[in-house]
């Protein structure tokens, strides 16, 4: 197959029929192979499918913007886990479409996580409990996932017009929220709030 190169108005042309297979990845039928780093002072333009094949890729910069108008088709998974936020407390997101939602759980034993979002009380739990101050906005499930034969108690370090919870029974639940330095009821489902 024939390969033309030549200057063209200031500009490098490269006009050939090779071509990469994209399943294999091969350099060796490309049209144009760089052997080495690549710097581009002025914008580029991919006519035809983009793969970067590296272990890092950085995008952008702190004031820069990534535009995405193709739909993603893969899964988004944080390189380590529990340590990225999506969004942030100055840049929140507008609205969240999502069919299923898994929370972040955490089995409870000594004291109630404020970092988990739902905690799940079982027979190991201890019968008195602390919750201790979240942070602004932060919502919390705290549930009995099995049957317990004991009542165990909630205390928030500061709680919104209550000073404890009750929970008794399986599937028991409260849903709380932390505003203006405190926990806020949100609901309850057979859990008793004790004022």
Known sequence: MSTVIKPQGGRLVVKSINDLDLNLLSNADAALYVQGGQYIDGHLYVGGTLIANGDVITLGNANGSLALNANISSDVIPGTTKLYDLGSSTNVWKQLNIQTVTFNKT????????????????????TALVLADGEEGMEKIITVAEA??????????NGAGFTSITFTSHGDTARLIFVGGAWNILSHFRSSINV
């Open 148 to 157: 317990i034969s004991i009542n165990v108690i909630v205390t928030p370090t």
């Open 107 to 126: 089995q409870e034993t000594s004291n109630i996580s404020a970092t988990a979002s739902l905690s799940a009380i079982d027979a190991t739990t201890s």
